[in-house]
């Protein structure tokens, strides 16, 4: 049964089972990333650690991580709502964050010297060239199916409809 908590200011939403545990530690938040991240402390090999409460909840292996399967509901932490993955595939769904880019799209760069848009990818760790595209939009959408054959339907895939391409309507 899943029930509707308070922490931290916050009515996050976890199941019946977590309950007295998640209760019986303090939390803070950090909103540094745009959403909710809810932080405790716990003694590891006798050192204080900060854990965030999926990896609480979840307790996964060290080389593993506890993350929302749904970005969505970022209060959601019921144990449905959690999923277990390695950094590879967790950094799969992630959009592209970089501030100084060349592109508006993940995994797509201008090379300066030919004018051509460049396509990368890397899955496990591994550095894979695409190809090279006259458009940032083709080179966007074969990040996409590279992201999907390499990551499968749960990769992020570039908007190629984002409205920054369409007219906007003038203000009257």
């Not at 009515?11 to 530690?25: A, F, N, S």
């Not at 990896?55 to 993350?67: E, S």
């Not at 799209?105 to 396509?119: A, Q």
Request: proline fraction near 6%; aromatic fraction near 10%; glycine fraction near 4%.
């Amino acid at each position: 049964m899943k029930l509707e908590i308070e922490i931290c200011d916050y009515r996050i939403i976890i199941d019946e089972c977590d309950l007295e545990r998640v209760t019986r530690k303090n939390w803070s938040v950090n909103n540094k990333s745009g959403h909710p991240v809810f932080q405790t402390r716990i003694v590891c090999d006798g050192k204080p650690k900060r854990i965030n409460l999926a990896r609480f909840i979840l307790d996964p292996p060290p080389n593993l991580l506890a993350v929302q399967a749904n970005l969505d509901r970022p209060l959601d932490y019921s144990r449905d709502a959690l999923k277990v993955m390695d950094m590879a595939h967790r950094q799969s769904r992630l959009r592209k964050t970089k501030q100084s880019k060349t592109s508006r799209f993940k995994g797509v760069s201008l090379c300066k010297k030919s004018g051509l848009w460049r396509v990368g990818i890397r899955p496990f760790g591994n550095s894979i060239y695409i190809g090279a595209y006259p458009c940032e939009r083709e080179a966007a959408k074969a990040y996409n199916d590279a992201a999907r054959k390499y990551f499968g339907d749960h990769a992020y895939q570039n908007d190629l409809f984002d409205s920054e391409d369409f007219p906007q309507p003038i203000a009257s």
